[in-house]
């Protein structure tokens, strides 16, 4: 019997995993693919280099059996290291069971392996193909042939589009139904830069932590590579005083980082180099609906909801997608229901994440400055154990668990008014008032 087919636009870290899942389903999978094949061309510098996986990306790897492969290329990152500006750290740990850490992993190793293993499982990907348009009453879409610069149309029966931020296949939805689409775009960007392993190939930093630099209006943070090298990357207005726009030259670039990050200028020796080569990142929240046209088109993943990169769940969100528009296809509802089905379930969870990382932002780059942020870290912690599953850090839920991202903020909302309530006046945890906190918890939550 002829296999049903399915397009998919864009070969990336949701395409990929989604096109296993779909062939292992018995469809004849084919995703256009805008950029080179990553596996024979070099990954370009100073985007996003190495990603942070947590719970919910690792659940999806594990249902199509790869966490064993990708487990020998990550690095754990059990909590997270600040560094203030006389150069002192101090250390909070993320959970507190062994399982309770996030990992550092490579985005283009990642792709990569996905890639092979979609390929072994039928999966045909074109590269070089940049969807320009979808024509939904010809059932076509037109593609740009990025080597040739020719346009050409080709057919398709569903398609998929997982073709990231700045989606065709979403502004081709949006045309087609009249729907909205705000693009919220962040008044921050982002630089990444790189620390070169010691002599001996030595981390030069602590490797199995997320090192966060916060000075209040900005952030610096660092994740380690497998091969000794860290990624940093540097959030900063884009205009303003103390901006990108402001450090246009060398000799502004070493004199912000003298005042704010003394400390890294022995690991970068060659930092004005570095900064002023390589590209300024944007960053946006992408909030649309719908996600799908009748049975014959669907956005999934960063082209369906784009989030800022503050909780680490952008990649991790995707492929909870993933795995959610996999359990929705599970019946015998024909395509257009289920991708009724998938929006119904996610676009709580992606409103929910889209919220909760603008403000884990202002968490990173200010709020763990504050005294109080080490002892209510230390009270959920406490809490935790003695009301679990009542309560839970929200850092936890989204991280480490895989309640649906709604209930975390719903959940996280009122935790905080009850860790406020519990730490006014109180410097340390053993002189918090536990009945206070019990019937707290045994009313709101
Ligand atoms: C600085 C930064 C740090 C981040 N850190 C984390 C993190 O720690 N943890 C985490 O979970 N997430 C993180 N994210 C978010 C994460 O990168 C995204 O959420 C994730 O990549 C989304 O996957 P996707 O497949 O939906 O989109 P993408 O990864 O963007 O993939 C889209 C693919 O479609 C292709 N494409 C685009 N347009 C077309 C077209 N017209 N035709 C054909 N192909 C096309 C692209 O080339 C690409 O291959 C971060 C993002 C940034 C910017």
């Not at 037109?142 to 029966?157: A, I, K, N, P, Y």
């Not at 959940?411 to 905080?416: F, T």
Request: charged residues 25%; proline residues 5%.
């Amino acid at each position: 019997m002829e296999k049903k087919a399915i397009t998919l636009i864009g070969a990336g870290l949701a395409g990929s995993l989604l096109g296993i899942f779909l062939a292992r389903k018995g469809y004849a999978v084919t995703i256009y693919e805008r950029r080179p094949d990553m596996r024979k061309t070099a990954i370009s510098a100073g985007r996003s280099i190495n990603l942070a996986l947590a719970n919910r990306g690792i659940a999806a790897l594990e249902e199509i059996g790869l966490m064993d492969e990708i487990r020998k290329v990550l690095l754990p990152m059990a909590g997270r290291m600040l560094h203030d500006e006389a150069g002192n750290t101090q250390y909070f740990s993320y959970g507190q069971r062994p399982e309770e850490v996030i990992y550092s992993v490579s985005r283009g190793g990642l792709n990569c392996v996905l890639m092979d293993l979609a390929e072994r499982e039928g999966v045909t990907i074109e590269f070089g193909r940049n969807c320009r348009d979808v024509d939904f009453s010809a059932r076509t879409v037109s593609l740009l042939d990025e080597t040739t610069q020719t346009l050409r149309d080709v057919g398709f029966d569903t398609l998929i589009g997982t073709d990231g931020s700045a989606s065709a296949v979403r502004a081709a939805i949006q045309r087609e139904t009249n729907g909205s689409c705000r693009e919220e775009p962040l008044s921050h960007g982002y630089k990444e830069l790189c620390i070169q392993p010691g002599p001996n190939g030595e981390f030069r930093l602590e490797k199995n932590a997320l090192h966060i630099w916060p000075r209040g209006e900005f952030m610096l943070i660092a994740l380690p590579n497998p091969d000794g090298t860290f990624t940093l990357t540097l959030f900063l207005p884009n205009e303003g005083p103390e901006s990108f726009a402001s450090l246009g030259s060398a000799e502004a670039v070493r004199a912000f980082f003298e005042k704010y990050f003394a400390d890294t200028l022995p690991l970068l020796p060659d930092l004005e180099l570095q900064f002023l080569g390589n590209p300024l990142g944007h960053l946006a929240t992408v909030r649309s609906e719908p996600w799908h046209y009748r049975d014959l088109a669907l956005v999934l993943g960063d082209a369906a909801h784009a989030i800022v990169p503050f909780h680490g769940q952008g990649m991790n969100c995707a492929f909870e997608d993933v795995s959610a528009l996999n359990e929705c296809q599970n019946g015998e509802a024909g395509w257009e229901a289920v991708f009724e089905q998938f929006f119904a379930l996610r676009k709580p969870n992606a409103e929910a994440i889209a919220d909760m990382a603008l403000e884990n932002y202002v968490e990173m780059r200010a709020t763990v400055r504050d005294p109080k942020f080490g002892l209510k870290k230390q009270l959920s912690f406490e809490l935790e154990n003695r009301h679990s599953p009542r309560f839970i850090p929200r850092y936890s839920m989204v991280m480490f668990h895989r309640l649906p991202y709604a209930e975390a903020r719903r959940r996280g909302a009122i935790q905080e008014e009850i860790l406020n309530v519990l730490v006014e006046g109180v410097d340390t945890v053993e002189r918090v008032d536990f009945a206070l906190a019990e019937s707290l918890i045994g009313e709101r939550l």
